[in-house]
């Protein structure tokens, strides 16, 4: 069974980093084809992709957002890191952490449950 | 990389069909089959419905359909229900090697 988990602050101030913590279990990241993304989707708005990383530490990031952000793994541990730098308050979202996989499927077929995010001084 | 462009809304009474399309160009939908549809009722994730434009997974009605024609995927609910009202988001690889999401469209079921 397939699960993930996002973790992480839920109130950051203008301009500092953010740093979230997907967790998951039921799979490896290590498994060819596997990959890990990072989807937000502000409150009342649209899903946007933020991020991706596979199981051979290919990392793919939204064109637009590229500047601010990194995604890093870590096999050993299960988990999959976001860090997004100068926040903003248009940044206030629910991040959401999903499973991909490329070789079957190849769309987001399990993801966590969301972790709300708000930026504010 | 632009939004995938969805109706904002659709509706249909139970038993009905109803079509939610999703636009794109030739760099993203127009080219690759990586095209999906998520589901998403309100306070939960997102979903999977249907994946590489046509295909569903294990476990979604098969009163779910997608399709695609040129540059707009499509995704048909056949015999509406109740449980089916939610807000509907499209999804596709894109020329950038990165992903992009449509706009969504919220499903009443009157």
């Known amino acids: 069974q397939i699960t993930l988990k996002e973790s992480g602050p839920t109130l950051v101030k203008p301009t500092q980093t953010l740093t979230l913590t997907c967790t998951f279990s039921?799979?490896?990241?290590?498994?060819?084809?596997?990959?890990v993304g990072w989807i937000r989707q502000p409150p009342g708005k649209a899903l946007e992709w933020l991020a991706l990383?596979?199981?051979?530490?290919?990392?793919r990031y939204s064109p637009s957002l590229k500047s601010r952000l990194t995604i890093t793994k870590d096999t050993s541990k299960n988990q999959v890191v976001l860090t997004m730098t100068n926040m903003d308050p248009v940044d206030t979202a629910t991040y959401y952490c999903?499973?991909?996989?490329?070789?079957?499927?190849?769309?987001?077929?399990?993801w966590g449950q969301g972790t709300l995010v708000t930026v504010s001084s | 990389q632009s939004a995938l462009t969805q109706p904002p809304s659709v509706s249909g009474s139970p038993g009905q069909s109803v079509t939610i399309s999703c636009t794109g160009t030739?760099?993203?939908?127009?080219?690759?089959?990586?095209v999906s549809w998520y589901q998403q009722p309100p306070g939960t994730a997102p979903k999977l419905m249907i994946y590489?434009?046509?295909n569903r997974p294990s476990g979604v009605p098969d009163r779910f359909s997608g399709s695609k024609s040129g540059n707009t995927a499509s995704l048909t609910i056949s015999g509406l229900q109740a449980e089916d009202e939610a807000d509907y988001y499209c999804s596709s690889y894109t020329s950038s090697s990165a992903w992009v999401f449509g706009g969504g469209t919220k499903l009443t079921v009157l």
């Open positions: 990383i596979y199981w051979d530490d290919d990392k």
């Open positions: 999903a499973h991909r996989r490329e070789y079957q499927l190849r769309a987001f077929d399990y």
């Open positions: 590489e434009v046509s």
């Open positions: 039921g799979f490896s990241l290590s498994t060819s084809g596997v990959g």
């Open positions: 030739s760099s993203d939908v127009g080219s690759y089959n990586r």
